[in-house]
């Protein structure tokens, strides 16, 4: 990774997760923030300092993790924040869901710790190309 700056919020109500997630990303030079809901996320997002990388599972306690990127896919101010999706969700149907509601790239769990750090650093490099 070109910058120790680059920094990734991992939105997952699994702390073990968010730990490995953490150790695995930290060992290339990113700096994570975990959120264990929606709302914990949705305050972060809230600060002028925005990540410059979403991880994002879909099945969240408070509010569902598709509803959630629908939300914050209609602002602006997300425009070119990159989602990755990472979800223990095969169904095709919701993989395509989350696609067309403007994640990235979507994997699923258990994940193999090269693709999330490859999808991490593709998505560091290209940023978000936003679809018409």
Do not use: W
């Amino acid at each position: 990774m070109e910058s120790a700056a680059f920094h990734v919020l991992v939105v997952d109500d699994d702390p073990e997760l968010c730990e490995l997630v953490h150790l695995l990303l930290n060992r290339i030079g990113v700096k994570t923030t975990s959120a264990y809901t929606a709302t914990t996320a949705a305050k972060i997002l809230k600060a002028d300092l925005l990540p410059d990388l979403m991880i994002l599972d879909l099945m969240l306690p408070d509010v569902d993790g598709l509803a959630f990127l629908t939300q914050l896919r209609a602002r602006t101010k997300f425009d070119n924040l990159p989602v990755l999706v990472l979800s223990a969700t095969v169904d095709p149907d919701l993989i395509k869901q989350a696609l067309d509601a403007g994640a990235d790239r979507y994997l699923t769990k258990p994940y193999l710790a090269n693709n999330l750090v490859s999808a991490v650093q593709d998505l560091a490099r290209s940023g978000r190309r936003i679809r018409s």
